[in-house]
């Protein structure tokens, strides 16, 4: 499977799927999921003036998460794991899980679900998509 496909499907039949789950059904049109690869990342889901953070190039492909609500402009971003490694579904399950943990804090961190128990849909290995 190329990595594109692999990228693509893993945004639209999990992590698309994982983030909605904690949404409420009319805030699913107005937040965005992006699952993109790459060897170093700077983050721009920041606040003006905030210092940016990043991942430094260490040679491996990264996959990484990025959710925006269109609104408001607020925006995370996560990284998942290595590339080669995600193939493993235990790991990426464990990922999944770390993100699912990752999206409830940043919900109830925005203004749209400030202070909200926001909760993902927990994902067990026979829910993965056997086309991953």
């Known amino acids: 499977m190329s990595r594109t496909s692999f990228v693509s499907r893993l945004r639209d039949q999990v992590v698309r799927p994982l ?12 937040v965005m999921v ?14 003006p003036g905030e210092p940016g953070w990043s991942f430094p190039d260490d040679g491996h492909e990264y996959v990484w998460a990025h959710v925006e609500h269109l609104p408001t402009n607020e925006g ?17 399950l464990e990922a999944l ?13 925005t203004s749209f679900g400030w202070g909200e128990q926001r909760r993902v849909r927990h994902l067990e290995l026979d829910d ?5």
């Open 19 to 30: 983030v909605q789950s904690a949404l409420a059904e009319d805030e699913i049109p107005d």
């Open 76 to 92: 995370g971003a996560w990284r998942l794991g290595r590339s080669e490694d995600l193939h493993d579904p235990s790991v990426l």
């Open 34 to 47: 992006h699952v993109v690869t790459g060897t170093e990342f700077v983050s721009t889901y920041r606040e």
């Open 97 to 109: 899980r770390q993100l699912g943990s990752d999206v409830e804090d940043w919900i109830c961190e």
């Open 128 to 132: 993965l998509p056997g086309s991953l």
